[in-house]
Structures are given as C-alpha cells and as structure tokens.
C-alpha cells in the first residue's frame, strides 16, 4: 500500500490516501455484496430448473424441456451487470439470463405449463422465454436468428446516443449459422454495444465441436471482424464476475465495443428430456459434473468469508421455496381460451 507522504499543509495527501482506502473498501463490499446475490441468482435458476424437469417427466407439461443444469453461471453472470433497458436475446438454454432479468418466476412456471398467464399465453415452445419489460427477446427456434435482431437493438442504442449495450447469447452450435456471422460482422463494422456470449457446451444435439467448428477457439473469430475475442471457464464464477466488471461498463460507455466471450461449460443432460445423450461417455459427464459451477462457488465464498455455511444453506432454501411457490401458481393457473391462439400471431 501507497505511503501517505506530508503535503505543505501536512494534510492533502493523507486524506487523498483516506479516500482512496475507503474507495477500495467500498469496491470490495459491493463485489462481497454482488456475489452474494449471484449464488442467490445461480441456485434459483438451479432448482427452478431441476423443480421443471421433474414435472416434465411427471407428464405434466406439453412438448419437450431443454435443461441448462451445470450452465447456471454463463448466463448469469454476465446478465447480472446489465440494466433495465438493456437489452439481451438467447436461445433455449438461457434460463438464468431472464430469471437474472428480473422476470418473475411465476411467469416462467405458466409459460413452461403452457398457461394463460404466461407472456406468450400459452403458445411458444416452454423453454423460448421472453420478457419484454426488461426487453428480454423470445427467440424463434432458427438457431442464431437472434443475433440479427440483437445487433440491431445496438444499433439503435448507438445511433440514439443511449448507454445501453445488448447481450446477444449463442450455444457454439448456433455460431455456425450464417446469421451469426453477419451479424458480428456488421457490429464489428459499425463497433456498436454489443457482447457476444458463446455458450460452448461442446455439443449441439448429438454434433461435437469438433464437427461443428475447425477452431474449437471460436472468440478467435473475433480477429476476422475486427473485434477482440476472449475464452473462459464458464464454470468459475468469480473470475467471470471480474470479467464482465471491468468490460460491461467500457462497452456502454462506447469505450471497447464489440467483443466476442466464449465460456466453457457443460449439459448435464440430453438436449432435451427427450434425448438419452448416449453420444457421450459417462467419464466425460462425471468430468464436468466435478466442475459444478455452484459447489465450486460455495468453496470460494466460505473461504473468501463471503457467506457462511448457514448463510449458504438458508438461501438454498429460500429458493426453493420460491421454485415451489412459483410453480404451484403455474399448476393452478388457467389454461389458454382456444380463440387466444390467433392473438398476436402474424401471417402473410
Ligand atoms: C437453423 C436451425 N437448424 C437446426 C435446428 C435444430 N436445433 C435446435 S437446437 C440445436 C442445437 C443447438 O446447439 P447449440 O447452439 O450448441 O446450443 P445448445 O443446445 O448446445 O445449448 C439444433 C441443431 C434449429 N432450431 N435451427
Ligand atoms: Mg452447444
């Protein structure tokens, strides 16, 4: 640490000195207090997820159910610094994004059972969620088709000179896609506030990375459209909350966009509830599930002397607590009139 060094006065560099010691204690309160509130966000999105494919396989729900178990933190964390007229588009698997977003669970829960109270009212596939009062976009299923309209929202922030970025969040399958690339290279021509997230899960369905891409590296894409690009284990939570600390606020400020970030993670199950997986050995499931991203947060924050043990525990059962409130509001939630199908559908 500086020496305090007498001005003239004997005075101004001591209290220079003060306020630079307060500054970093207050930097330090609000990440203990950011990462608190993140595992509380990582376990939500955990046991709303589990609580959902529990009552997929009690035949309670209508089509398939894509689970993002073991993927929690790529999503949170970096929705965690976003603000409320941001805006961020996904796929399937982003379940923690738009609970990180602040959309209510109950919402979630009647979109997943196909209820009248759910955004979509009842029709989308369960896990194309949106949000549109945190300007959360509802994907269509063509993989990467959101990208486009993700990079269009950053125009439209850059062009009315608003500090707000897009977060546009793709699995590595989807970067294969056509729309992936025009769209980062149009972002990485105009430089608008937009992140890239790619979620590599190493598979897309039964297709490996290796099928899928000649780099596994995809954020070295990011040299061909003029952008930096960056790789992380998206499993280590508070790494990546330093991460998007530091480059969220250079992004909005208009500092340092655009930037791809691949984040290293894993499915602990099928594609969907539908697929067994069985393209993929067992030691390479019990590989990733030993790279839990929420136990291995856990370790972190007790040793850290961010939360206790207990601290831990009672948030764990807040959660579910919620999950089960959520969801007991889902069940019981009315199911769509029939003449609702056609509202808000658009056809040539
Ligand atoms: C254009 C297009 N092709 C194929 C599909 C079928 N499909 C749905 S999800 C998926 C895999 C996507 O993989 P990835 O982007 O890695 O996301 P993940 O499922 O691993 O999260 C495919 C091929 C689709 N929805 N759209
Ligand atoms: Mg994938």
């Known amino acids: 640490m500086e020496k305090a060094t007498k001005g003239k006065t004997g005075k101004a560099t001591t209290k220079v000195k003060h306020n630079h010691d307060i500054k970093a204690s207050q930097d330090s309160d609000k990440r203990k207090e950011d990462l608190r509130r993140i595992y509380y966000l990582l376990r939500l999105t955990r046991e709303f997820d589990d609580r959902g494919r529990k009552l997929w396989r009690q035949g309670r729900m209508e089509g398939t159910f894509f689970s993002q178990i073991g993927q929690e ?5 970096p929705t965690f610094f976003t603000k409320k007229n941001d805006f961020v588009a996904g796929q399937h698997r982003e379940l923690g994004a738009v609970i990180t ?3 209510p669970l109950e919402k979630l829960a009647c979109q997943l059972l196909s209820r009248a109270h759910a955004q979509d009212k009842g029709k989308l596939h369960p896990n194309f969620w949106g949000w549109t009062e945190a300007n959360y976009l509802a ?3 063509l993989m990467a088709a959101q990208t486009g309209v993700c990079v269009g929202a950053a125009l439209s922030f850059k062009m009315r000179n608003m500090h707000n970025i897009a977060i546009n969040f793709s ?23 937009v992140i890239f997230i790619v979620q590599n899960n190493w598979w897309a369905e039964s297709v490996p990375i290796k099928l ?18 960056f790789r992380m284990d998206g499993n280590d939570v508070a790494p990546l909350y330093d991460f998007f600390n530091e480059w969220i606020p250079k992004i909005r400020e208009g500092i340092g966009p655009p930037i791809i970030v691949q984040l290293d993670t894993y499915r602990w199950y099928g594609h969907s509830e539908i697929d067994p ?3 993929r050995t067992k030691d390479e499931v019990e590989k990733w599930k030993a790279k839990d991203p929420i136990p291995n947060f856990e370790k972190y924050l007790v040793k850290e002397r961010i939360m206790t043990e207990d ?4 948030v764990t059962e807040q959660c579910l607590d919620e999950v089960q409130k959520a ?16 509202e808000d559908v658009y056809a040539p």
């Open 212 to 229: 899928q891409a000649g780099n596994e590296d995809i954020s070295k894409r990011a040299v061909g459209y003029g952008i930096q690009g």
């Open 139 to 141: 994907p269509c299923t």
């Open 277 to 279: 997986a069985d393209y």
């Open 73 to 77: 933190a790529t999503t949170v964390v």
């Open 327 to 342: 969801y007991v509001y889902g069940l019981n939630a009315p199911e769509p009139a029939p003449e609702v199908c056609l």
């Open 311 to 314: 601290e831990i525990k009672g």
């Open 101 to 103: 977003r602040g959309c």
């Open 171 to 193: 699995g590595e399958g989807g970067t294969s896609k056509g729309q992936w690339h025009e769209a980062v290279n149009f972002a990485g021509v105009h430089k608008l506030p």
